[in-house]
């Protein structure tokens, strides 16, 4: 009877869970009601509204939206390769992304990946080569500050 309740109380607060997180994103989703728009929101165009994603300034845009669907799409992929017992061709998955794309978010967040895959079975040298690897990539994309003016 203990365990049957103890279930139950564990299902209820799940779902209580899961609702919390429902609304929750509904409420950030949503577009602010009327007179609420902070500075910069006047005159009707919000940070969410017709052509948000459209616009290239800072990195975003569809290109930011479709960097984060290919990091969904990985990670969903390489649990789905390690559902199978396929750690390799998870590890190739993230080798063919680094040989197919020069985006930096793309390569950091397949090293990242790739390196927690080669730690799974506590082989951390080669985790350490990947991650250098990638610490030496980003650190070729800063640029040097400019030389100061004689």
Same mark, same amino acid.
């Given at each position: 009877?203990?365990? *049957?309740?103890?279930? =139950?109380?564990?299902?209820?607060?799940? =779902? %209580? $869970? =899961?609702?919390?997180?429902? $609304?929750?994103?509904?409420? %950030?989703?949503? +577009?602010?009601?009327?007179? #609420?728009?902070? +500075?910069?929101? !006047?005159?009707?165009?919000?940070?969410?509204?017709?052509? $948000?994603? &459209?616009?290239?300034?800072?990195?975003?845009? *569809?290109? #930011?939206?479709?960097?984060?669907? !290919?990091?969904?799409?990985?990670?969903?992929?390489?649990?789905?390769?390690?559902?199978?017992?396929? *750690?390799?061709?998870?590890?190739? #998955?993230?080798?063919?992304? %680094?040989?197919?794309?020069?985006? +930096?978010?793309?390569? &950091?967040?397949?090293?990242?990946?790739?390196? *927690?895959?080669? #730690?799974?079975?506590?082989?951390?040298?080669? /985790?350490?080569?990947?991650?250098?690897?990638?610490?030496?990539?980003?650190?070729?994309?800063?640029?040097?500050? +400019?030389?100061? /003016?004689?």
């Amino acid at each position: 009877m203990q365990l *049957r309740k103890s279930k =139950l109380t564990l299902a209820l607060g799940a =779902l %209580l $869970a =899961l609702g919390l997180v429902g $609304a929750g994103g509904y409420a %950030l989703a949503a +577009p602010p009601a009327p007179g #609420m728009q902070g +500075p910069g929101m !006047a005159s009707g165009h919000d940070q969410w509204g017709h052509g $948000a994603w &459209n616009h290239g300034k800072h990195g975003h845009g *569809r290109g #930011m939206q479709a960097r984060f669907a !290919a990091m969904r799409d990985m990670r969903v992929l390489q649990h789905l390769y390690l559902a199978q017992g396929h *750690r390799g061709a998870a590890e190739a #998955m993230y080798h063919d992304v %680094l040989a197919h794309t020069q985006n +930096p978010g793309l390569r &950091n967040f397949a090293y990242g990946q790739l390196a *927690r895959l080669q #730690m799974m079975p506590t082989d951390t040298g080669a /985790a350490i080569a990947t991650l250098r690897k990638a610490l030496d990539e980003n650190l070729q994309q800063i640029k040097p500050p +400019p030389a100061p /003016a004689s």
